[in-house]
């Protein structure tokens, strides 16, 4: 047991093993209006456990969209998004909302913390709206998490008293509450100095190479993504390259 | 701590001076009303006191409902007779004793009798139109307040001398008559007899000090010419409130009219109905400004919050839990500002009680209050409903907030 799975033991698997966790098959995202807007289109992609994605394009190539669309946030125009084998496409909001509790955990590029709430209630949010762990358990496993990622003296403070890189890993440690099989983050470095930047990719690194996690990351820096596992690249909404395919 | 109820209230304390406010009219809407109901429905109770301690709660007089028509009306179905008056009947209610004794075996109450009758009363060359009331002394204080009400002698003074009488101390000091003097009493028949005066009464309604005057059974019959007439049975009950439905059984048994106190202010009590509906359309009216000070922050924290909004729809919350936060907050803004309404409202009862007031028709010190919990209650429950409307339209359209629109405009 890794040192991030202390904790988490009745947080349940989410999904059969062999199969693909995240699957988007003929997806498209068309934003309505007076001129229609496409995100992205005909997207085909699949994702397996333990996999490290870097989703990378230019700016407006349909990244976040598409994380937003394997993330349950969005809903597609057209095609379908499978969450562990489960088809998402008829799902309501409060099935789509329970899938991103227990199965998904979200790191954004601004962190996107509660900023009233200290460092421990940001992480213990999930694992509350998820409710399947006692209150005892569940502070001890968000002091953890907080821990594990060097925060341990920070437990107690709120996002405006720590660093950008504090801040970011406290973030990491909210999406990791519920123990999901997958992490999607959106540019989870794009706002940080190099020091930061590069503690925040090696938690990453470790989620997938000693938790067997699933990261799918956004970002538009070259050097990051060349040091994921596979590299998905975006242009004007299309996939025009997948090094992970197969 | 519940999820829900730890991030309402991190808000709500996140912001204090906006909550502040919105409590603070939340509270002056629950404290004015308090105060009002406990002004209405004090100077209301004072005023129905008032009129069932100055009147019997049911009179049953020698009159009946209806006309009593001609034998030949009654006997002859086929026949029209026209032209006949209805029939004269003798004045005074038949064998009153008898009723008394009736009437007492089943009636929650006591019951006497009295003789009423119009008559002027002179004294120093002065004429002053009164009613005159016959009345049994040992019953008497059983129906009606005026033993209490002697301000000189007592209702035993009547036995003191030959057609003595007890007059309003209004009515005293308009005639100039003073206990000992010796009046002239003449009767709505004409008869006149000479009295003297042996006590006065004072009830505190001015109409009733200033033209009336009660003297024995035997003396009112004398100045109504009729030996043993009873024109008047008064019955007072243990409740007041249950008057309307004896009087209606007494009418039934005995065929007399008989009036509760209800059915004789019965446009007072319309009145009261009135005057209920103005006092809570504008305490509703107050309790609904301060709702929108509720809406008003609780759409601002929602406006405030859509990152956070979207940061807990993303992070799996639902609708319905985002929905719940925001009304929670509003109910906790609405139960603060109740609780301190309560103060607020209290305080400004107890504030008006020490005001001092003087009308010229009747007596009172002080404003009359009611003290209630069902105010507090009725105010708190008004304040929760409206806090509950104000704040789930806002919480309505915050939980509706799609979190990609929110993520990508911070993005």
Redesign the interface.
Known sequence: MSRLDAGADTVPEPAAATEPLIVASSVTRVLPGAVPVTLVHDIDLSIGRNEFVAITGASGSGKSSLLYLLGLLDLPTSGEVRIGGRATEHMDEAERAEVRLSTLGFVFQFHFLLPEFTAQQNVLLPMQALGRLPDEKMRERARFLLTSLGLGEHVGKRPDQLSGGQRQRVAVARALANDPPVILADEPTGSLDSTASAQVFQILRDLVDTRRKTVVAVTHDIDLARRMDRRVVLEDGAIVSDDGRM | MN?VL??AL??I??RVRQTLVAVAGVATGVGFSIMMAALMEGSQNDFMRQLIDALPHIAISDERREATPQPAQTMFDAAEIHGLTPQARRPGIKNPMAIMASLESWIPGDVAPSTKTQGIIRYAARDVGASITGIDPHREPKVSMLATQMRQGTLQSLYRSTNAIILGDRLAEKIGARVGANITVQGSNGARIGAQVVGFFHSGVRPVDESTAYVLLKTAQVLQQQTGLVNELRVRVADAMAALDIARRIERETGYKSVAWQEAHEDLLSAFVIRNIVMYTVVGAILLVASFGTYNIISTITHEKT??I????????????VRRIFVIESLVIGLMGAVAGWVLGCTLTLALGTIEIKSPFVDSTRLPLAYSVLHYAVATAAALASSLVAGYFPARKASRLY??DI??G??
Request: glycine content about 4%; proline content about 4%.
């Open positions: 999820l730890e991030i991190t808000h304390r996140s990152r956070d979207a940061i807990l729809k993303s992070l799996g919350l639902r609708e319905t839990t979190p990609v993520i990508r911070a993005t």
